[in-house]
């Protein structure tokens, strides 16, 4: 059986600001999608464990924390986030037009 190597580049690290929030889309080295919003200090969900946040997003948050595992410039800040790994999910029907209206959908829940 032949192995494939597949590793996160750039290209598969979209960052772009929604209003006053930071927000990251990362393709994981398993080919799906996950979504991440800064969350500044001093705002009410900073800290919080998502299943404390009442949000509604693509199959809920499943994330929350620092995001250290990427090579960002948002490293070492709090973030919530989500994936697009679902079993409703097809990776290939995932487009980043669609990440990015999800992630204004919930900047305007926060």
């Known amino acids: 059986m032949k192995r494939f190597e597949i590793k996160d580049t750039e290209e598969q690290i979209l960052m772009f600001k929604v209003k ?6 990362v393709k ?21 464990n998502y299943e404390d946040i009442d ?22 800040q709090w973030a ?9 999910d097809v990776n290939a029907l995932t487009t980043e037009a669609m990440i990015r209206e999800d992630i204004a959908n919930v900047v305007d829940q926060l």
Not at 20 to 25: H, K, L
Not at 28 to 48: D, K, L, T, V
Not at 80 to 88: F, K, L, N, P, Q
């Open 80 to 88: 919530i986030g989500w994936d697009y790994a679902h079993a409703m």
């Open 20 to 25: 006053e929030f930071q927000c990251m889309a």
């Open 28 to 48: 994981s080295n398993m080919g799906h999608w996950c979504a991440y919003i800064i969350i500044p200090e001093g705002h009410r969900f900073h800290g919080q």
């Open 55 to 76: 949000i509604d997003c693509h199959g809920g948050l499943t994330y929350e924390g620092t995001l250290d595992q990427y090579e960002s410039k948002l490293n070492g």
